[in-house]
């Protein structure tokens, strides 16, 4: 079954604010996780991934927040853009295995 | 560098026809995944391969679906007497698996219709 979750189903913001994404899991057991954005037409393509010795992790106007305690994490993008209009996945990645996605966040960024 | 192709990019598909989705992983990436991801739903596994093995097949919905990666590189999905409920978009990954790290790379997805 399915223990990755998206709290969500869709979210609007305006061009320039920040945007946060949420993801439940329900596996503690779970060590790795990646986050992944899909546009209309095209496969999903990595964003940024976290292990679980870790509580934060920045990339290029993306941060991702890990909590164990609460089994949650979360997706922040900065300055959110046009470009960012997609849907986003969180999926559980423990290595060696398949990945198990949730259902998915649309992200609306209107200008 | 070159990403993950899939081809065809579409395919229909008369109920009860046979079907063959291709897929060329990056170069040198050994995993190489298999998902099924219907329409506003998240990609769910369908199988797994480390170099030409099969290693995790328990995601294949019936025993229509079948998978091959006969030399370790291209791999083939093929559904056999395909059904309405197998249209979907049939996603290919794959990954170096380095570090520990279940890195996957994902290709463009074949949308298939079955009518």
């Known amino acids: 079954g399915e223990n990755v979750g998206l709290h969500l189903p869709t979210l609007s913001v305006q061009e320039g604010d920040n945007s946060i994404i949420n993801c439940a899991y329900s596996?503690?057991?779970?060590?790795?996780f990646i986050w992944y954005k899909q546009e209309s037409g095209k496969g999903p393509q990595f964003i940024i991934d976290?292990?679980?010795?870790?509580d934060k992790r920045q990339g290029q106007r993306v941060t991702v927040l890990l909590n164990k305690t609460v089994k949650h994490l979360s997706l922040q993008i900065a300055a959110t853009q046009p470009g960012d209009s997609a849907v986003y996945f969180c999926?559980?990645?423990?290595?060696?295995?398949?990945?198990?996605f949730g259902k998915g966040t649309t992200l609306s960024v209107s200008s | 560098g070159a990403g993950v192709s899939q081809s065809p990019r579409y395919k229909v598909a008369k109920r009860g026809q046979d079907v063959a989705l291709r897929c060329d992983p990056i170069?040198?990436?050994?995993?190489l995944f298999w998902y099924q991801q219907a329409l506003g739903q998240g990609p769910e596994f369908l199988t797994y391969?480390?170099?030409?093995?099969?290693?995790?097949k328990s995601g294949l919905p019936s025993d229509r679906f079948f998978a091959e990666r006969p030399e370790g590189s291209v791999s083939t999905l093929k559904i056999q007497r395909t059904q309405q409920e197998d249209s979907a978009v049939y996603l290919c990954?794959?990954?170096?698996?380095?570090?520990?790290?279940?890195?996957?790379?994902f290709g463009p997805g074949t949308r298939l219709t079955v009518t």
């Open positions: 976290i292990r679980s010795n870790m």
């Open positions: 596996n503690s057991a779970s060590d790795y």
């Open positions: 170069s040198g990436h050994v995993s």
């Open positions: 999926a559980d990645g423990q290595a060696g295995t398949a990945l198990i």
């Open positions: 391969f480390q170099n030409e093995a099969q290693l995790d």
């Open positions: 990954a794959s990954s170096l698996m380095r570090q520990g790290k279940n890195e996957q790379y």
